[in-house]
């Protein structure tokens, strides 16, 4: 009964390559995430999405870019990968734009780009 | 821009020896205020939100407390397994994603 789920859990690839995570809720939350947190254990939101449409991007580099095919699903792809995207990538999902939007994490994924 | 600072970076305490976590915070509009837990190799767990001054939530041994400028985590007589990461976020008036302050690494000796 997992809530938020991502895969896969560790990505070791070379520069250069172009790689994905996945993401899945079954909360039947309406909104999604990408986090980034860095070697310094420091989370920064990268993307938000609501029902299916961005509604934020934090300066994050177009070689990033979230795909929802539906409001249970939001994977992150990334292109033209490089050192400093090595970090763990954290999911999460809320109900509504509201107060009440407790988010709820996924378990990560450790991408290490060598 | 949404700032969080979280102090002390790091407190080892003895069980049973009760303590607080600061979390000061600057944001335009403040629509919420969360504590997260945090164990090595995992997503934050959620703990609690606060929404207005002088809110406070409890949960066993932690006491989540809030004022305008700050909030605070006491923790109560903890135990070994209270052990872990505390992060706060705050969620401002123009996003929705949150703004993580980098938490505070807590020990807590047997």
């Known amino acids: 009964d997992t809530a938020v789920s991502q895969t896969p859990k560790y990505l070791v690839t070379q520069m250069g390559n172009d790689k994905s995570i996945k993401c899945e809720q079954n909360?039947?939350?309406?909104?999604m995430y990408w986090y980034k947190q860095d070697s310094k254990k420091f989370l920064k939101i990268m993307f938000s999405?609501?029902?299916?449409?961005?509604?934020i991007n934090e300066t994050v580099p177009n070689r990033f870019s979230p795909k929802s095919p539906d409001k249970a699903h939001l994977n992150l792809h990334i292109n033209s990968l490089e050192l400093g995207d090595s970090a763990v990538y954290f999911c999460?999902?809320?109900?509504?734009?509201?107060?009440?939007?407790?988010?709820?994490f996924g378990p990560g994924t450790r991408l290490t780009v060598l | 821009e949404d700032q969080v600072t979280q102090s002390p970076e790091a407190l080892r305490l003895q069980e049973g020896e009760s303590s607080s976590l600061n979390c000061s915070y600057t944001?335009?509009?403040?629509?919420?205020l969360f504590w997260y837990r945090q164990d090595p190799g995992k997503g934050p767990e959620f703990l609690f939100t606060?929404?207005?001054a002088g809110e406070e939530k409890e949960k066993e041994r932690l006491k989540a407390t809030l004022t305008k400028k700050e909030s605070f985590l006491h923790i109560t007589a903890p135990k070994p397994e209270d052990s872990a990461t505390y992060l706060c976020?705050?969620?401002?008036?123009?996003?929705?994603?949150?703004?993580f302050g980098k938490g505070t690494h807590l020990i807590i000796q047997p």
């Open positions: 999460a999902s809320s109900q509504g734009s509201g107060l009440a939007n407790e988010q709820f």
């Open positions: 909360l039947g939350h309406d909104t």
């Open positions: 999405y609501n029902n299916k449409e961005l509604i």
């Open positions: 944001v335009s509009g403040l629509r919420g």
């Open positions: 606060l929404y207005s």
């Open positions: 976020a705050v969620r401002g008036g123009g996003a929705d994603g949150l703004t």
